[in-house]
């Protein structure tokens, strides 16, 4: 019980039915129970989500992805996952300690080869004509060496070649540009109805109209500050002299 007190644990049925008969308040199990589910729902520990592994995450977001037909995502720190080539998306699923990570690090060499193929399937979508989608990104994806300099080139080279397929825009804010929001965390957009948002332990669920407006409106000020097409192109080959290897 001193856990729940806490805050590090999450009440099980048992607890709130065990809680409500000391409170001799019976009535109010169901409503507890609900209250409950929906608390489960939107805040999914990653722990809990990869129990099933990786890939199964995946197909479950390619899954939200087909149900979409505009699908709208802001990031700060990382490729988006829909634009991110093989060799990028294995350091990104492979980051940290298996043992000690919550973010969900593959158990096995197998389960991270999945888990990439899963990711590359996921990415026809992005040929559909009947689909939209709208990427933000800082500079600062592109500058942070989250990978070997090799990878990051092949990646900025694979952006650039993505700028130009007519189902999506890619936008890049460059330093310096004025922002009217700033770029705190990353999330996805799906149509108006649900917003996926990416904590270091775990997923947030926003399916409140009110939220999901409050997305919208920050998302359009950062696509307000970022440049397209041959500036966006301008500024990813100016990046690519960051990584070029020193020749003897």
């Not at 520990?45 to 197909?59: A, I, W």
């Not at 479950?60 to 720190?77: L, Q």
């Not at 634009?83 to 919550?102: C, H, I, K, M, V």
């Not at 593959?106 to 979508?125: H, N, T, V």
Request: hydrophobic share 40%; charged share 25%.
């Amino acid at each position: 019980m001193s856990k729940i007190e806490a805050g590090r644990q999450t009440p099980s049925d048992a607890d709130l039915t065990a809680w409500a008969r000391i409170c001799d308040r019976d009535e109010v199990v169901p409503e507890l129970t609900a209250s409950l589910r929906s608390l489960e729902q939107q805040y999914v520990e990653f722990r809990r989500m990869f129990r099933t592994g990786l890939p199964s995450r995946q197909k479950s977001i390619a899954d939200i992805e087909a149900s979409t037909t505009v699908t709208r995502n802001f990031e700060p720190c990382f490729v988006p996952g829909l634009l991110q080539t093989a060799e990028y998306a294995r350091y990104r699923f492979a980051e940290g300690d298996p043992d000690e990570s919550e973010r969900g690090v593959p158990k096995s060499e197998a389960e991270l080869d999945e888990a990439i193929a899963a990711r590359m399937d996921r990415q026809r979508i992005l040929h559909r004509g009947d689909k939209k989608f709208h990427f933000v990104m800082t500079e600062a994806v592109l500058r942070y060496q989250v990978c070997p300099p090799d990878v990051m080139t092949g990646q900025i080279g694979h952006l650039i070649s993505m700028t130009t397929l007519p189902t999506i825009r890619v936008g890049v804010i460059p330093f310096g540009a004025p922002l009217a929001v700033a770029p705190i965390h990353g999330f996805y957009l799906y149509d108006d109805k649900l917003v996926l948002v990416e904590l270091f332990t775990a997923v947030l669920n926003v399916s409140q109209a009110g939220e999901i407006g409050a997305y919208e409106r920050s998302f359009g000020h950062l696509a307000n500050a970022a440049v397209y097409g041959g500036e966006a192109r301008a500024l990813l080959t100016r990046t690519l002299g960051q990584y070029q290897l020193p020749t003897s």
